[in-house]
C-alpha cells in the first residue's frame, strides 16, 4: 500500500509493476480499491505498472463532507499521478469511476492514452435520479451503510452470481458496509450534478473497451451501444448473466478483454 498527500487530503493507493506504460484504475460506489486487486495483478503481469487508489472519502483515503464533485474526484487523480510521476497514462473505471475517468478525460485529454468503461454510462443526471441521490445521501447519514447495502446487493451482484459465487457477494457486501457514510453522500451529492460525457467521448481518439452486463440494474445495452458509437475503434464486450460488477462476477474474462485491450495501447 502507498499513501500520498495531495489537494490537502491523504490518498491511499495500490501499486504493482513498473514501467512507463501505466494503467489507473477507479472504483465505483460505495467500494473501495479492493475491488481491482485481480485486475492489478493481471495487469502487472502483462507488463503494465498498475495504480488503483481509494477516492476521497472512501477506503483509506481522507473523508471529506459535503459534496465531492466529479471533477474533485478526477483533479485528486490528477494530483496522485504527478506526484507518482506518472504522465499519460491508461484510465479505466466502473460505475461512478467510469465517469470519473470520463471527467478525467474531459479534464486532461492528453494525458489518457486508453479508456476502460465498465457498467457506466455518459448521460447527464435526470432530475429524477438526482432526488434520488440526494434522499440517498441523507438516508445513509441517517441510518449508515448497512440497510442500504443489504438493498442493494441484488442490484449490484446479479443474482446467479451472488448464487454462484458467494464470495463475491460476501467482498462486495462488506465493502458497502464499510464505506464511511459522509464520504459516500458527499460523493452521490456531486454526481447528482454531473454533466453529459457524449462530447468527451466523441472527441477522443484512443484504445477503449466498454464492459457491461446484460442484468446490470443501472446500465442498459443501448447505454453500452451509445459508448460504443461514441468512441470510435472502441470494443465493446456484453457479458451474459452478469449484473453491475463484471470484473467480480466474470473476472477471468474480463482481464482477458484487459489484457487485450492494454497490447492495443502499447501497440
Known amino acids: 500500500m502507498g499513501m500520498r498527500t495531495v489537494n490537502g487530503i491523504r490518498i491511499a493507493f495500490d501499486e504493482a509493476g513498473a514501467g512507463n506504460d ?13 475491488m481491482w486487486r485481480s485486475q492489478i495483478e ?19 483515503t481522507t473523508v471529506v463532507e459535503g459534496s465531492t464533485m466529479l471533477e474533485t474526484f478526477a483533479r485528486d487523480l490528477a494530483a496522485l499521478l504527478d506526484a507518482l510521476g506518472v504522465g499519460r497514462m491508461a484510465i479505466g473505471g466502473l460505475s461512478m469511476g467510469g465517469q470519473i475517468a470520463m471527467e478525467f478525460a474531459r479534464l486532461y485529454r492528453e494525458r489518457v492514452r486508453g479508456l476502460i468503461l ?48 458467494p464470495h463475491v457477494a460476501a467482498q462486495v457486501l462488506a465493502m458497502m458496509r464499510s464505506a464511511h457514510p459522509h464520504g459516500a453522500a458527499a460523493a452521490l451529492r456531486g454526481r447528482a450534478e ?16 466498454i464492459v457491461v452486463g446484460d442484468e446490470d440494474a443501472f446500465t442498459t445495452r443501448a447505454d453500452a451501444e451509445r459508448m460504443h458509437a461514441l468512441l470510435n475503434g472502441s470494443q465493446l464486450l456484453w457479458m451474459q448473466g452478469v449484473g453491475h460488477l463484471p470484473n467480480l462476477e466474470r473476472e477471468s474474462e474480463f482481464n482477458a478483454a484487459m489484457a487485450e485491450f492494454l497490447m492495443r495501447v502499447a501497440a
Open 42 to 60: 493481471a495487469g502487472s503481469q502483462a507488463g503494465w505498472r498498475v495504480i488503483a487508489p481509494d477516492l476521497r472519502g472512501y477506503g483509506e
Open 118 to 165: 465498465a457498467a457506466t454510462f455518459p448521460q447527464a443526471e435526470t432530475e429524477e435520479g438526482r432526488h434520488i441521490r440526494l434522499r440517498t445521501a441523507e438516508r445513509l447519514l441517517r441510518e449508515g451503510m448497512g440497510p442500504y447495502a443489504e438493498e442493494v446487493l441484488p442490484k449490484m451482484v446479479a443474482p446467479r452470481s451472488i448464487a454462484a459465487f
Open 22 to 34: 501505466v494503467l489507473l484504475l477507479v472504483h465505483g460506489h460505495p467500494f473501495d480499491r479492493s
Open 194 to 209: 454531473r454533466p453529459p460525457y457524449d462530447p468527451v467521448l466523441a472527441a477522443l481518439e484512443v484504445p477503449a473497451l
